[in-house]
C-alpha cells in the first residue's frame, strides 16, 4: 500500500489532506486542449483556442495517460485472446485479464474475482440481473422497489422485466431537499418484495443513499438488493461487503478508465445458483449437442472474447485512483461544489436540486434558471468552452417529480478548480444577462 511520502500527486507541505490538483492535471492530456472550432473532424484544430474547463464528469471522466499506456502496451505487446490459447501472448493477456479482476474486486471490497463480472457498462449489469434472475424469478403478486430518483438504466429495466413477469415496481418517493423518504421506504419494502434496485448517489440531485440501511430493510423481508454504483465508485470509497448489498454496479468510463468497460459485484452464493445472461465461448464447461454446463465465476458471465484491453485499463485506473487516495477525491470534490453552490445562491433566479450544501452529497450541482433553458444555458456555456450537461441526465421521472422537463448539471472531479468554478459561475451570470 502507497505511503504520503510516495503520492507524488498529494501535497505534503500544505494541508497534508489535500490533492495538488495542477499536479493532478498534469496526469490528464486532454486538459490542455483548447476548442471552438469545426467540431466536425475530432481532435484539436487551429480554430480551438479556449482553453476547455471540463464540468462533465457525471457523464464520463476523463483518461490520465496511465490509462492510456495501459491500454496501448496491451495492444502493443500482448494482445492476444485470453482463455483460449497456451502460447505465450495469450498466457500473459489471460494472467492480466484475470487480476483485473482481483484488481476491481479489491477495490470495492469484493470477496474475489468470483465476485466481480465485467460488463458493457453499469447498464449492462443491471441487464444481467434482470434478465438472469428477473426474468426467471419474479411473477404475479412480487414487487420490484425502486426510487423515485433511479436513472434509466435501472428503471426502465426493472420496468420492462416487470411486464414480462407480472410483477410490480413501486418507488420510494423523495422529501423537498432530494432525500429519500425512509418512512416510506419501510412502507414499501415488505413480504412481496423481491429486489430492491436503489441508486447509491444520485447523478442529479447529488444525493447520497442509506444503502446499508436499505439494505436491513431489504434482507429483513428476505429480497435482494441491488445498488447502482455508476455515481459513487468513482468519487468515494465504496465497500460493498460493508454495504451488505447482494449486486452492486459501476462504469469504467467515469472513474478515469476506458469505455465499454462496467462491473457487476454479485455475491458469490447467488450467482453461483442464477442463469448465465449471455450464451457462447467461454462461459461454458462442457457442451453436448443436447445440453451445456457452465463455466466457474465469474466467466460463466462473461461470454464470447472479453473486454480485455479494456480490463487492464480499467485495473490501472483502479491504482491510479487509489494512489491518490478515494477520500481526498471525495473531499476535493466536495468541496468545489459546495464552492459552487455558494455562489449560485447568490443568484435570485436560481433553483439548485437535491440536499443543501454541507451535507453529505456528492460532487454534482444541478440547477435550473428561471430566464434561460437548460439547454441554452449548456450553449453558451459552451462559448466559453465549458463542458456541462443539460436534459434529463437519463432520468424523465425524476424530472417530473422536481416539475421540470431539463436541468442543467455541472460535475466536478479531481482534476477540477476552484478557478474552473469561477468561469462557471461568470459564464452562467453572463447567461443570466444575455437573457435578462
Ligand atoms: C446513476 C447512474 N446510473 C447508471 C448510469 C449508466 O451508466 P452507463 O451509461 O455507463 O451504463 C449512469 C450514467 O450516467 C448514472 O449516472
Given at each position: 500500500?502507497?505511503?504520503?511520502?510516495?503520492?507524488?500527486?498529494?501535497?505534503?507541505?500544505?494541508?497534508?489532506?489535500?490533492?495538488?490538483?495542477?499536479?493532478?492535471?498534469?496526469?490528464?492530456?486532454?486538459?490542455?486542449?483548447?476548442?471552438?472550432?469545426?467540431?466536425?473532424?475530432?481532435?484539436?484544430?487551429?480554430?480551438?483556442?479556449?482553453?476547455?474547463?471540463?464540468?462533465?464528469?457525471?457523464?464520463?471522466?476523463?483518461?490520465?495517460?496511465?490509462?492510456?499506456?495501459?491500454?496501448?502496451?496491451?495492444?502493443?505487446?500482448?494482445?492476444?485472446?485470453?482463455?483460449?490459447?497456451?502460447?505465450?501472448?495469450?498466457?500473459?493477456?489471460?494472467?492480466?485479464?484475470?487480476?483485473?479482476h482481483?484488481?476491481l474486486a479489491?477495490f470495492v471490497g469484493a470477496?474475489?474475482?468470483?465476485e466481480m463480472v465485467f460488463t458493457k457498462n453499469t447498464t449492462e449489469a443491471m441487464n444481467l440481473i434482470a434478465y438472469s434472475w428477473g426474468?426467471?424469478?419474479?411473477?404475479?403478486?412480487?414487487?420490484?422497489?425502486l426510487t423515485?430518483?433511479e436513472h434509466h438504466a435501472s428503471l426502465v429495466t426493472w420496468?420492462?422485466i416487470?411486464?414480462?413477469?407480472?410483477?410490480?415496481?413501486?418507488?420510494?418517493?423523495?422529501?423537498?431537499?432530494?432525500?429519500?423518504?425512509?418512512?416510506?421506504?419501510?412502507?414499501?419494502?415488505?413480504?412481496?418484495?423481491?429486489m430492491v434496485s436503489v441508486v447509491h448517489v444520485s447523478n442529479?440531485?447529488?444525493?447520497?443513499n442509506?444503502i446499508?440501511?436499505l439494505a436491513?430493510?431489504?434482507?429483513?423481508?428476505?429480497?435482494y438488493i441491488f445498488a447502482d454504483g455508476a455515481q459513487a465508485v468513482p468519487n468515494r470509497?465504496v465497500d460493498v461487503?460493508?454495504l451488505?448489498v447482494d449486486f452492486y454496479a459501476f462504469s469504467g468510463h467515469k472513474m478515469?478508465g476506458?469505455?465499454g468497460i462496467g462491473c457487476l459485484y454479485g455475491r458469490?452464493?447467488i450467482l453461483?445458483?442464477i442463469?448465465?445472461f449471455?450464451?457462447?465461448?467461454?462461459?461454458?464447461?462442457?457442451?453436448?449437442?443436447?445440453?451445456?454446463?457452465?463455466?466457474?465465476?465469474p466467466?460463466?458471465f462473461e461470454?464470447?472474447?472479453?473486454l480485455?484491453?479494456q480490463?487492464?485499463?480499467l485495473?490501472?485506473?483502479a491504482?491510479?485512483?487509489?494512489?491518490?487516495?478515494?477520500?481526498?477525491?471525495?473531499?476535493?470534490?466536495?468541496?468545489?461544489?459546495?464552492?459552487?453552490?455558494?455562489?449560485?445562491?447568490?443568484?435570485?433566479?436560481?433553483?439548485?436540486?437535491?440536499?443543501?450544501?454541507?451535507?453529505?452529497?456528492?460532487?454534482?450541482?444541478?440547477?435550473?434558471?428561471?430566464?434561460?433553458?437548460?439547454?441554452?444555458?449548456?450553449?453558451?456555456?459552451?462559448?466559453?468552452?465549458?463542458?456541462?450537461?443539460?436534459?434529463?441526465?437519463c432520468?424523465?421521472?425524476?424530472?417530473?417529480?422536481?416539475?421540470?422537463?431539463?436541468?442543467?448539471?455541472?460535475?466536478?472531479?479531481?482534476?477540477?478548480?476552484?478557478?474552473?468554478?469561477?468561469?462557471?459561475?461568470?459564464?452562467?451570470?453572463?447567461?443570466?444577462?444575455?437573457?435578462?
Amino acid at each position: 500500500m502507497l505511503t504520503l511520502e510516495t503520492l507524488p500527486t498529494v501535497m505534503s507541505t500544505q494541508r497534508a489532506e489535500s490533492l495538488d490538483v495542477e499536479r493532478v492535471r498534469e496526469d490528464f492530456p486532454i486538459l490542455d486542449r483548447q476548442v471552438g472550432g469545426d467540431v466536425s473532424n475530432p481532435g484539436a484544430g487551429p480554430d480551438d483556442t479556449t482553453p476547455l474547463v471540463y464540468l462533465d464528469n457525471g457523464a464520463t471522466s476523463q483518461t490520465p495517460e496511465r490509462v492510456i499506456d495501459a491500454i496501448s502496451k496491451y495492444y502493443r505487446e500482448y494482445n492476444a485472446n485470453v482463455h483460449r490459447g497456451v502460447h505465450h501472448l495469450s498466457q500473459e493477456a489471460s494472467i492480466a485479464y484475470e487480476a483485473a479482476h482481483d484488481r476491481l474486486a479489491e477495490f470495492v471490497g469484493a470477496g474475489g474475482r468470483e465476485e466481480m463480472v465485467f460488463t458493457k457498462n453499469t447498464t449492462e449489469a443491471m441487464n444481467l440481473i434482470a434478465y438472469s434472475w428477473g426474468l426467471e424469478e419474479l411473477g404475479p403478486g412480487d414487487d420490484v422497489v425502486l426510487t423515485e430518483m433511479e436513472h434509466h438504466a435501472s428503471l426502465v429495466t426493472w420496468q420492462q422485466i416487470a411486464k414480462r413477469t407480472g410483477a410490480e415496481v413501486k418507488y420510494i418517493a423523495i422529501d423537498d431537499d432530494g432525500r429519500l423518504d425512509m418512512d416510506h421506504a419501510r412502507e414499501l419494502i415488505g413480504e412481496d418484495t423481491e429486489m430492491v434496485s436503489v441508486v447509491h448517489v444520485s447523478n442529479v440531485l447529488g444525493t447520497v443513499n442509506p444503502i446499508a440501511d436499505l439494505a436491513d430493510l431489504a434482507h429483513e423481508h428476505d429480497s435482494y438488493i441491488f445498488a447502482d454504483g455508476a455515481q459513487a465508485v468513482p468519487n468515494r470509497p465504496v465497500d460493498v461487503e460493508e454495504l451488505d448489498v447482494d449486486f452492486y454496479a459501476f462504469s469504467g468510463h467515469k472513474m478515469c478508465g476506458p469505455t465499454g468497460i462496467g462491473c457487476l459485484y454479485g455475491r458469490k452464493s447467488i450467482l453461483e445458483e442464477i442463469q448465465p445472461f449471455l450464451y457462447g465461448g467461454d462461459m461454458i464447461r462442457k457442451v453436448t449437442f443436447e445440453e451445456s454446463t457452465w463455466n466457474e465465476l465469474p466467466w460463466k458471465f462473461e461470454a464470447g472474447t472479453p473486454l480485455i484491453a479494456q480490463g487492464v485499463a480499467l485495473a490501472e485506473a483502479a491504482d491510479y485512483l487509489e494512489e491518490i487516495g478515494m477520500e481526498r477525491i471525495q473531499r476535493h470534490e466536495t468541496e468545489l461544489a459546495d464552492y459552487a453552490m455558494e455562489q449560485l445562491e447568490g443568484f435570485d433566479d436560481i433553483e439548485i436540486y437535491g440536499p443543501p450544501r454541507g451535507e453529505d452529497r456528492s460532487g454534482l450541482v444541478s440547477f435550473n434558471l428561471d430566464s434561460v433553458h437548460a439547454h441554452d444555458l449548456a450553449s453558451i456555456m459552451n462559448d466559453y468552452a465549458v463542458a456541462i450537461r443539460a436534459g434529463d441526465h437519463c432520468t424523465q421521472p425524476l424530472h417530473e417529480t422536481l416539475g421540470t422537463a431539463a436541468s442543467a448539471r455541472a460535475s466536478f472531479y479531481l482534476y477540477n478548480t476552484r478557478e474552473e468554478v469561477d468561469t462557471l459561475v461568470e459564464a452562467i451570470d453572463s447567461a443570466r444577462q444575455l437573457f435578462a
